[in-house]
């Protein structure tokens, strides 16, 4: 089955306010509650075919049960968080972006299970993106129990499942049929299930009897081979998905579950799987509701692992902080669609999530009560553990960039003098801003625009001096000796802006042309950082050394 611009926590007072938040998560909680009643324990379900990479739209899903499941644990509840890697599927397409293509051909309409890794690390295809995934979700704070379905087919744990759906078939194709216009309708003879041939390991089989037990019988059209198997024992025989899903509704007790909007649509599968669950299965469908697709900037169309067109979850989280990125989802209803930015929409976004989190802390004034209560809620479930006992020290994202960029990429260097400023980070704080510079780091070299980029100069390098008429370069001069050689004095941007402009006017200059000159005289490039930031952002002496030469 595939389905396709954010642990409990928040105890005590954080915990109160959360309660009486309206937040999309706790309102599915409330739902849940009342449509399901008191249990002792609550199923929350969410699953995919690993038939591709997992996909940061498949990841929607993910997050979105965990956010409810946080939900429910922050109401004292106990649940059960369950992810079906639906392995027993079958290998229907190879996508673009996967190596050896010959030899994955080779394993068409294989079990997923039963294909080769063609990158050799894992001892299947269908495990290959199951590890990637399993080894990334913990850094989002998301640690679901899971449940491998080819495992569990070949282990014969649906057999009663699979027989009352052949008890039932005339019932279940009535409800297939009831969802089909007469064109699409089923005709002749249909199975609700189909076989994996024990010889050749193809779904490429048709069955021909079921004596109205344990014993079904097939042939393979690709082999030739046939036999009879009993539902007991037998490996290779599996429902069709729109049975498979509500079989296993009822037999994990599941009570929550989302789905994609094509799976929401009038008529759709998860209609379809309401009625089998009801009417077959004797099991109330889960409480449910739609999740958008995402889009990612440069892009284009809609995500697809079996195209292999792809951003993953270990890729936005080389942008955005594991907060960052459960901010994304937690701050957005699932039903809405949204983009991912991977351009300078990047330093917006860490905007917002700072200003979300300065007012959770009360650090600025929120509009009012309700305000604050649904800024708080959603800053809580993007924490991957508990909020921190500390509020983050914040820095800018555009302004972190600058100071990675002037310390040549040593991002040690740019927060050893954060740390030895006034007012500068705790040590407790370290580990936070250090993760978020690892980001600036990769934005800055890898997707920031080519005008957001730049490198000082070194020392004694004179094509800065040689780029500049005579009349700049004795504005940079007196910028080198009025402005920066005293810049330790000036106490904030705006002080020694207005100096940088003096030294324009003494010049007879207009402020932009200096402005370039200083730009090409330090970077090479007629644009940059903000000037008045970006002189007191670096290093006074080195500063000096690099102008000595003029």
Known sequence: MSKKSNTTEGRGEAGAASQSSAHWADEAAAKILREKGEKEQYTCASGITPSGTVHIGNFREIISVDLVA??????????????????????????????????????????????????ERDESYARHHEVDVETILPEVGIHPEYLYQAERYRASRYAGGIRKALEHRDALKSILDKFRDEDHK?????????????????????PDSWDGEWALSYHCESCGHSETVDLRTAKGVKLGWRIDWPMRWEHEQVDFEPAGKDHHSQGGSFDTARHVSKDVYAWDAPVTFRYDFIGTKGVPGKMSSSSGNVIDLRDVLRVYTPELTRYLFAGTRPNTEFTISFDLDVIKIYEDYDRLERIAWKAEEAKDEAAYRKARRIYELSQVASVPPVMPWQIPFRHLCNLIQIADGDIDRALESLANSPGGPKPEQLPGLKERAKRAKYWAENCAPEEFRFRLRTPGDTAGSSALRDTEAAAIRDLRDQVIAVIDQFGDDKS??????????????????????????????????????????????????ILQGY
């Open 70 to 119: 946080r939900a429910l644990r922050d109401l004292g509840k106990k649940v059960r968080f369950i992810y079906s890697w639906d392995d027993y599927d079958v290998f229907r397409k190879i996508p673009g972006n996967m190596p050896k293509q010959d030899e994955l051909k080779s394993c068409l309409r294989f079990p997923i299970t039963m294909v080769p890794d063609p990158w």
């Open 186 to 206: 089923i005709q002749g003879e249909w199975w609700p299930l189909s076989v994996f041939c024990d010889k050749c390991n193809k779904d490429t089989t048709e």
């Open 496 to 545: 020694c802006a207005e100096a940088i402009y003096k030294v324009a006017e003494n010049h007879q200059m207009d402020g932009k042309a200096l402005f370039r000159a200083a730009y090409q005289a330090l970077i090479g490039k007629d644009q940059g950082p903000r000037l008045a930031n970006f002189l007191r952002s670096i290093d006074r002496s080195q500063l000096l050394e």
